[in-house]
């Protein structure tokens, strides 16, 4: 576990985003823990977070120029990203949809930057289980404005199994700040009992 990682799931803990108990996920799986980035909800917890994601564009997606924020939690990870990174003084542009199309005001389904063609996307997210709503973010963006993102980049990948990961998202070209591993390696190192929890979940898969 590195630095990096470590200091992700460190977070996630502090803003009590890591919580453990029985819960129901999108895809309709159980588990025994939830990681819910709507709790990463303090300024400076924010500002952080853009932080981790900011490195994460640096390293995985050195050439976006664009980031898009699904509604509703990749809103708050999209804008906080993009002030980090203009900090660094690297600006991009920012765009969000809506879960359903507005038919006054503005209108349609999309919110902010308009992109073109030559557009490099990247979608940010808090967590991908089985990618669908990813999936259907790509479908959305490439219909409305006939360009495809370039990539995903998540908080934490909850799919990977012994570094498997299914075709579907390796088409996404999924990154994620950090893995179940990284939660486990962060846990043990604390002595906490919840990292056999994690540990076994991920063994089961």
């Not at 967590?127 to 790509?138: N, Q």
């Not at 908080?155 to 075709?167: F, H, L």
């Not at 999924?174 to 043990?188: C, G, I, M, Q, R």
């Given at each position: 576990m590195s630095e990096s990682t470590g200091g992700i799931v460190d977070l996630l803990v502090r803003a009590d985003a890591l919580r453990f108990g029985s819960f129901t996920l999108k895809d309709g799986s159980a588990s025994p823990f939830f990681i819910d980035l709507g709790r990463v909800a303090r300024a400076d917890h924010l500002a952080e977070l853009g932080e981790h994601f900011a490195a994460g564009i640096a390293r995985f997606f050195p050439d976006a120029d664009t980031l898009f924020g699904p509604a509703y939690k990749g809103i708050a990870i999209a804008t906080t990203t993009a002030v980090a990174m203009a900090r660094s003084g690297r600006v991009v542009q920012t765009f969000f949809d809506r879960k359903e199309a507005k038919a006054h005001g503005e209108g349609g389904t999309f919110i902010g930057h308009r992109p073109t063609a030559a557009s490099r996307i990247v979608v940010l997210d808090d967590?991908?289980?089985?990618?669908?709503?990813?999936?259907?973010?790509?479908r959305a963006i490439e219909a409305t404005f006939g360009v495809r993102p370039i990539g995903v980049?998540?908080?934490?990948?909850?799919?990977?199994?012994?570094?498997?990961?299914?075709?579907a998202l390796e088409a996404l070209n999924?990154?994620?700040?950090?893995?179940?591993?990284?939660?486990?390696?962060?846990?043990?190192?604390k002595g906490a009992s919840e990292a056999a929890v994690v540990k076994q979940y991920v063994e089961s898969r």
């Open positions: 967590v991908t289980t089985s990618g669908a709503t990813k999936e259907d973010a790509f980049l998540v908080a934490v990948d909850r799919t990977r199994k012994r570094g498997a990961r299914s075709p999924l990154h994620a700040l950090v893995e179940l591993s990284d939660v486990v390696a962060y846990l043990e190192a």
